[in-house]
């Protein structure tokens, strides 16, 4: 029978009191110790993971316009900085390279050349023995003279030929003491790959991060504006291999694969525009997922801030907090080392 509207209270007395005036919501809701008593998610520091940038030249520290408060760090401040993220308790970083234009080529050669800057910076963190995870993306873009993931055969993105190569740079990385590897170029098959010659080469216990649900974002934009691919790639689209912002479908498939091929952990990205995705790949696979909070993200809240349009403090915690709503395990973020201290601050 249909539901015709009636509210006569149910004849049965053990049923649960429903509604109101009897159930009042906010009973829970009115003295901070019962807030903090019925609390369902929390936040802590080793829910983040820091991605800093690096380059090879003196200069400290040489700030990312569109990205207020993050910096290029020369390796040496990189150190430093890292040490003080592994003081500050963060389980681990995401290094990105800011390569010099005169090392890049169509083929992204310095990608797989152990002396690049990326090797330098993973080097020289494990060698000041800092306990922190150090995370390396696979990929070309910073790397090569068109801005793209891959290599290129007149305007099309090669896969297979692409996926050989960043095996090498999965390699390279491993050698140089990288804890985690993390595809980010969406190209088919790369997983599998990565994981047999990591294994093939000694490197087994070297886990890997999928980029497992990267969408063809308009949100990175600062950031291939700190590794120098926004005037490499010009008006290039990933859309031929990165995700239309249309699908979720599609995102369970790329999980399933990568889970197939040997991710240890999967991540959905961008971050708040893409929640649905998190909270699905969670339900689904219950694997371990991240979510990054993307530079286009960062400059947002960044310049609201700034402004005095939004407080930033509130708004950056309860965009952090949303991840773990839903479902994330942790999440990528600049954010992280001022996260960080406040959390430590109480
Ligand atoms: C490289 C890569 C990108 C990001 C992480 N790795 C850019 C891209 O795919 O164009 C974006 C990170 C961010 O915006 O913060 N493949």
């Known amino acids: 029978m249909p539901f015709n509207g009636s509210t006569k209270p149910s004849r049965n007395p053990q049923a649960p ?10 009973r829970n809701r009115r003295t901070d110790w019962s807030r903090r008593l019925v609390s ?55 290094v990105f390279p800011l390569v010099d234009p005169a090392l890049k080529d169509p083929q992204g050669s310095n990608a797989i050349d152990p002396g690049n800057v990326v090797c330098q910076a993973v080097r020289a963190i494990k060698a000041a023995g800092i306990d922190i995870g150090v995370m390396c993306d696979a990929a070309l873009d910073p ?8 290599l290129m055969r ?4 090669l896969n297979d030929e692409t ?16 804890d985690v590897i993390s595809p980010s170029d969406m190209m088919d098959g790369r997983i599998g790959a990565i994981r047999t010659g990591l294994d093939a080469a000694g490197h087994g216990h070297v886990q890997i991060m999928a980029y497992a649900a990267k ?12 590794v120098g691919s926004a005037s490499t790639l010009g008006k290039g689209s990933k859309d031929t291999y990165q995700m239309s912002p249309a699908n979720t479908d599609e995102a369970i498939r790329e999980v399933a694969l990568d889970l197939a091929e040997g991710a240890d952990m999967v991540m959905v990205k961008p971050g708040m525009p893409y929640l649905d995705i998190v909270r699905r790949v969670k339900d689904t696979f219950a694997v371990p997922t991240f979510a990054y909070q993307v530079s286009g993200e960062y400059a947002m809240l960044r310049a609201a801030d700034e402004r005095g349009w939004l407080d930033g403090n509130r708004v950056i915690m309860e965009s952090l907090l949303g991840f773990k709503r839903a479902g994330a395990d942790g999440v990528l973020t600049y954010f992280a080392v001022e996260v960080a201290q406040r959390l430590k601050a109480g």
């Open 17 to 26: 009191a429903v509604g109101f005036p009897t159930t009042r919501m906010r």
């Open 143 to 150: 790397f090569t003279s068109h801005g793209h993931d891959g």
């Open 40 to 94: 369902e998610n929390r936040l802590g520091v080793d829910d983040l993971i820091w991605p800093v940038f690096v380059h090879a030249g003196d200069e400290p520290r040489i700030p990312v316009p569109s990205m207020p408060g993050v910096v290029r760090h020369s390796v040496d401040a990189l150190v430093e900085s890292v040490g003080e993220a592994a003081a500050l308790g963060i389980p681990m970083v995401a």
């Open 163 to 178: 996926v050989e190569v960043l095996v090498q740079q999965s390699l390279i990385q491993a050698e140089a003491g990288c």
């Open 215 to 226: 969408y063809s974002s308009g949100f990175y934009g600062p950031f291939r504006d700190a």
């Open 154 to 157: 007149g305007e099309e993105i």
